[in-house]
């Protein structure tokens, strides 16, 4: 792979070996003249609707405040330290997802969402830790960073928001517009504002095994198949009435360990998992849907691509997207597999289409999931 100047000018393989997961990495002019891609007025509308999540963070004489969207006011821009955040800003705006999808060295199974922070002179959210890496992209006006490798990583009890009890600064570092801050999970930071600032964080998803193992089982308990019921045809007289039978329990268990599951299981159970869309996307079908002649026509001109908030994934020949999964063919999968690589399709790939992903690829239109190029 070639170097990245957003990485500065080291190849993805160079900075998953020395810096992801290991190590802070400043980029100055990671991306050059860099310009914000909406303005705070734009922001401030999509801290107001329901589906889109925000929050306002304030310090009023050190005591921290902070509020969940949506947010219909926020203070005004002469009042110093607020930050205004908002997430999920690729799903509202093209090219914040296009900025997204420059970090595509990395898995899409693993690219979160990119959040935007408004913040005005000395705004900031306090020093703290994230539990998951993040590239701090400034985007407008300029931020001071404060990080620290520090082990102590105690909170302050009783906040709002998470703040370190005892934050020791290691380095410090000035970010103007184009210049990026990557940070490893679980390091110490502090961004402050320097006059009125926007930040843009590339955030990433590692689901907690937690989270996933009672996922797995939920999935597994729409999967199992134990035939028959509880019989004991040699029953013994209770002596202890309220007491359980050993051999009752005995049988309970050689039947629940029937219960196996194997790699085609985990597959499918995590693409549907990793491709479900958050609770709060909403897709939106075209208003005027094409009838399905119209549609292939239009496809075939134009070509198809994946809406910003479609998540599709594929592994061998499982194929996901938006929590669904398929096991397709092998000239399927050519097609779909591009689909979900490029998230567009020209119209030369369609014509490679068999009718059963013509047909699964009209429904994604009418479902809002693909649309027309
Ligand atoms: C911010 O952009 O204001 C905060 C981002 C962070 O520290 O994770
Ligand atoms: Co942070």
Known sequence: ????????????AQFLRDYWHKKPLLIRNAIPGFKPLLKFDKLAEAARLNHVESRLVTNVDGQWDMQHGPLLEVPP???????????GVNLLDERADALLREFRFLPDARLDDLMVSYATDGGGVGPHFDSYDVFLLQAQGKRRWKISAQQDLSLVDGMPLKILSNFTPEEEFVLEPGDMLYLPPHYAHDGVAEGECMTYSIGFRAPSFQELGEAFLQFMADSIDLPGRYADPGLQPAK????????MLASVTEELNKVRWDEEDVTVFFGEYMSEPKHNVFFTPPPKPLVVGRFMETAAKRGLKLSAKSLMLYRGKHVFINGESF?????DKIVLDVLANERRLTGEALAQA???VLEALYTWYQDGWVELG
């Open 327 to 331: 096991a397709v063919n092998r000239a």
């Open 1 to 12: 792979m070639k170097k990245l100047q957003l990485l500065g000018n080291i190849t993805p």
């Open 77 to 87: 821009r002469t009042q110093r330290e607020w930050t205004l955040l908002v997430q």
């Open 354 to 356: 068999s009718d059963d």
């Open 240 to 247: 202890n009435p309220a007491e359980i039978p050993r051999e």
